[in-house]
């Protein structure tokens, strides 16, 4: 935190240095201020870590272009807070227009992802696979099966059955134009 000198001229020299544009002066504020304003977002917002450190950097980049000389630690403090405040605030109200506008639009209603397209690709290629490949896939992948207990249940060794999983796989990938499925 930044220290203050008897009467506040720390902080007082501090902000007028910001807001005259002092480079310098910014850096020391932002590392400062930067766990502060990162654990005041993560409280007002209970997001994840990316999102908070969104909202600090834009507080940051709001505290550098509107910052006035403050006499006391405790006005900086507050003041500090006011921003990180307001920044999470206008985060949230633009994430949750933006999430309203995705679930609104019937493009994104009516269009597959290429997730959802990739799916749908490897429920085909399976459908055609043997009933006995199938099985073994289904059996180590769908089932979270381990390699062993699948192996056994087809009756084969684990290394053979792994080298014709492997080879299942090979032939799906080449099959999807050698990208993965």
């Not at 505290?63 to 920044?87: F, G, N």
């Amino acid at each position: 935190m930044v220290q203050t000198q008897p009467g506040g001229g720390g902080v007082r020299t501090l902000t007028r240095a910001i807001a005259r544009g002092d480079e310098a002066a910014f850096e020391r504020f932002y590392h400062d201020w930067f766990e502060t304003a990162y654990a005041m977002a993560r409280t007002l917002t209970r997001r994840d870590e990316s999102f908070c450190l969104d909202v600090v950097q834009d507080a940051m980049m709001k505290a550098a272009r509107s910052m006035k000389p403050i006499d006391t630690h405790e006005q900086l403090t507050a003041w500090v807070r006011r921003v990180v405040h307001t920044t999470a605030l206008d985060r949230l109200r633009a994430d949750r227009r933006r999430l309203a506008r995705e679930r609104a639009s019937p493009a994104h209603a009516n269009t597959p992802s290429p997730l959802d397209e990739r799916i749908e690709w490897v429920r085909a290629e399976l459908g055609k696979l043997p009933p006995e490949e199938r099985s073994l896939l289904s059996m180590r992948f769908g089932r979270s099966g381990a390699l062993d207990t699948t192996a056994a249940a087809h009756g084969m060794t684990p290394g053979a059955a792994h080298g014709r999983i492997r080879r299942i796989i090979a032939r799906m990938r080449d099959a999807s134009g050698g990208g993965t499925p």
